[in-house]
């Protein structure tokens, strides 16, 4: 199958979709498909082409919400170029810019279109509204999401039941919905890759002892992730025990705001700010940490939750649907719904060494079922739905369809 992923973030700009996109490109390529990306040069304002041509990236300007660019919606330039790939599917991962582009192409070329719906964008309003017109903005997203969600594509994917449940119960919409959790490549993960001495090389650097009790966070520093919650939190712990640390990985538009938190609470011995680390680096800071904590509502499925557990490092999660679905409380991880919860926890953890080796084992084999191969053959399924119920095949279901969906295509 000859497959094009669109999408507005992609290596090496990282984050939670851009690494998942990847990762689903690397699985499909290993099941014999060929795959095809259009994205964002968020370095440049030009066009460059990777791979062979089989990687294009568009010229976009900056948005000012972090460091997203947004394109323009029909790049002419590389019109053609897409044309020659002859693709058999279009998978979108973002609404707008390339989105949209995938959409008019789509359209256009008459290709099956299918789409992930990665951002809860309700949650995210603020950093345009600044707190005003909130009421009136969500409703705007509510429409925008409905037109590019409903109206324009195939077949729709969501991560978790809490996205579903948007869909279907909120925004009503009518199109099939499929829910399949993101995967990751959980063996970049597994602490048997990394050695001691590897291990203590990031210690070193970061000034964390292995007698140290370490809760780790990673992802983005903004509001919505309620980082300040793990910091307030983190007086306690040092009370307890003053060899506690927090360990911060990741950058954003509030990093600033939460140093000065924690110089405020007398913590800058105890909470560590790594700021942007390389994406092949991530995996040993959960290899330092005996904890992974997150406090964040706003997931549509926390794929740090399913890192941690990868790298048998027991997640600390807030009672929300993306985390639910994921973290089987007191088997693989603990659930809390207040501060009061969150402290009792890790305090009764770090008296029970025990218990996390239990929890940690556990999360090892829980991540295991969000495996790359496993997430790419479920994505397959749906493509091949889509190819299946497109008008253009309909006059040769049992021949053009079924090469297509097994990859014989000879183009």
């Not at 599917?89 to 290709?111: C, D, P």
């Not at 409703?139 to 999401?145: A, C, F, M, Q, S």
């Not at 084999?365 to 479920?378: L, T, V, W």
């Amino acid at each position: 199958m000859r497959i094009g992923l669109f999408t507005d973030t992609y290596p090496p700009y990282i984050n939670g979709v851009s690494t998942s996109i990847s990762m689903l490109k690397h699985a499909l390529e290993k099941q014999g498909h060929q795959v095809f990306v259009v994205t964002v040069n968020n370095e440049l304002i030009k066009y460059a082409y990777e791979e062979g041509g089989r990687v294009i990236r568009i010229p976009g300007v900056p948005t000012g919400i972090y460091d997203y660019r947004l394109t323009g919606i029909y790049p002419l330039r590389c019109v053609n170029k897409i044309k020659k790939w002859k693709l058999d599917i279009i998978h979108s991962h973002t609404e707008f810019g390339v989105g949209t582009f995938a959409r008019i192409l789509a359209k256009q070329l008459n290709i099956p279109l299918v789409h992930t719906y990665h951002t809860m964008y309700e949650d995210y309003v603020h950093y345009i509204t600044k707190g005003y017109f909130d009421h009136a903005s969500k409703k705007i997203v509510e429409h925008l999401t409905l037109f590019y969600c409903d109206k324009t594509i195939s077949e729709l994917i969501v991560p978790t039941k809490k996205t579903y449940d948007l869909f279907k119960e909120k925004y009503k919409v009518r199109r099939n919905v499929h829910i399949i959790p993101t995967g990751i490549e959980v063996e970049r993960f597994y602490k048997e890759k990394y050695t001691t001495s590897m291990i203590d090389k990031y210690r070193n650097k970061l000034n964390i002892k292995k007698s140290d009790f370490v809760i780790l966070f990673v992802g983005r520093l903004a509001q919505e992730k309620n980082v300040e919650f793990l910091i307030d939190s983190q007086k306690d712990f040092v009370k307890k025990n003053p060899n506690c640390k927090l360990l911060i990985v990741g950058d954003g538009p509030d990093i600033e705001k939460y140093k000065k938190l924690a110089l405020r609470l007398g913590l800058e011995n105890n909470v560590i700010f790594t700021g942007k680390v390389p994406w092949e680096e991530v995996p040993i800071y959960y290899q330092i940490a005996n904890l992974f904590a997150t406090a964040s509502t706003t997931e549509t499925q926390g794929l740090t939750v399913i890192e941690a557990m990868a790298a048998s490092t027991p997640p600390i999660a807030i009672d929300d649907e993306s985390f639910r679905n994921v973290v089987v409380d007191g088997l693989n991880g603990k659930i809390f719904k207040n501060k009061r919860q969150y402290k009792k926890i890790v305090m009764d953890l770090m008296d029970n060494s025990d218990e996390i080796k239990i929890l940690s084992k556990q999360a090892r084999r829980g991540a295991e079922q969000y495996s790359s191969k496993y997430y790419a053959e479920r994505v397959l399924d749906v493509y091949k739905l889509a190819i299946e119920n497109n008008p253009k095949y309909k006059y040769d279901i049992f021949g053009r369809v079924k090469k297509v969906i097994k990859g014989n295509e000879d183009e």
